[in-house]
Each structure stands twice: as structure tokens, then as C-alpha cells.
């Protein structure tokens, strides 16, 4: 786990406005810290649009799973390099 500097409770926010906050909130992180998230559902668009901004610097951590309320710490860790998060096979080079 990953040290958390800061919790948001997404149901405070306007929803128009709740993934451009935690992705500027995500994006201020440096490796090895975390934000913690609340929200009254699961957040799968969320998880998959910050996989698709940062792939392989995602860590996600279900820390209560509803069923009304679910807590979610989002870390930011070093990303792999090479492709995808298996790494590279180097057929390419690591390109």
C-alpha cells in the first residue's frame, strides 16, 4: 500500500467535474503516495480511464466494496517500463 496524502469524497463533487479533479489530484502524486477516494458506487470508469492516462503507474486498492459506500485508495507508482504492464519481450528494442 501506499501512503495516503489526501482523501476525496467524490459525492461531494459535481459529477461533471469528478474525474478531472482526481486526475489533477493523481497526477500531483508522486510515487509511493496515494489519494483516497469515497464514492456511493463502484468505480470502474474511473479505474479504467486512469489505467488508460497512466498505464502500469495505477495501483488500486479496494478498501470497502459496498454495497453503499465504497472506498478506493489510488496509488501512483514507477511505471513499468516496455509494453503494456508485462514489460517489454524486446523484440522492439523497449520501444
Not at 474511473?46 to 485508495?73: I, K
Request: proline residues 6%; glycine residues 14%; charged residues 20%.
Amino acid at each position: 500500500m501506499s501512503t495516503i496524502v489526501a482523501e476525496i469524497d467524490v459525492r461531494t463533487i459535481a459529477p461533471y467535474e469528478r474525474h478531472a479533479q482526481i486526475f489533477g489530484r493523481f497526477d500531483a502524486l508522486a510515487p509511493g503516495e496515494a489519494i483516497g477516494i469515497v464514492n456511493d458506487h463502484k468505480p470502474v470508469p474511473l479505474h479504467m480511464q486512469l489505467e488508460g492516462r497512466s498505464p502500469g503507474a495505477v495501483s488500486w486498492t479496494y478498501l470497502q466494496a459496498g454495497p453503499d459506500l465504497w472506498r478506493v485508495e489510488i496509488g501512483k507508482q514507477e511505471a513499468k517500463k516496455g509494453h503494456g504492464n508485462g514489460g517489454c519481450c524486446g523484440s522492439c528494442g523497449g520501444h
